[in-house]
């Protein structure tokens, strides 16, 4: 699994989902790698790109190259207790 994440100019709402999702991650003990995208313009713009949404911002979660969704949807999957099935894993 992975999420998009970001280190710089981060705004305490984007930096709470973010922890959110990796403490839940961790919680059900799903390993995962972060991808900074404040590391340059192009790792942001394939995340929008493969989003589907030329202003995403992060958190977004991929399993692989496979879009999920974004926090508000991790979220949702969270809720409904359907987290494995959000991420498309088995």
Same mark, same amino acid.
């Given at each position: ?14 930096? /709470?989902?973010?922890?959110? +999702?990796?403490?839940?991650?961790? $919680? !059900? @003990?799903?390993?995962?790698?972060? %991808?900074?995208? /404040?590391?340059?313009?192009? +790792?942001?713009?394939?995340?929008? $790109? !493969? @989003?589907?949404?030329?202003?995403? %911002? ?33």
């Amino acid at each position: 699994i992975k999420s998009t994440v970001t280190y710089v100019f981060c705004v305490s709402q984007v930096k /709470s989902q973010q922890a959110e +999702v990796m403490r839940i991650l961790e $919680s !059900k @003990s799903i390993k995962y790698e972060l %991808i900074d995208i /404040s590391v340059g313009g192009a +790792v942001r713009d394939e995340m929008r $790109s !493969k @989003s589907g949404n030329p202003t995403a %911002i992060p958190p977004q979660i991929f399993n692989e190259d496979q879009y999920c969704g974004n926090y508000d949807m991790f979220s949702e999957a969270v809720e409904a207790d359907t987290v494995e099935q959000f991420l498309k894993i088995a």
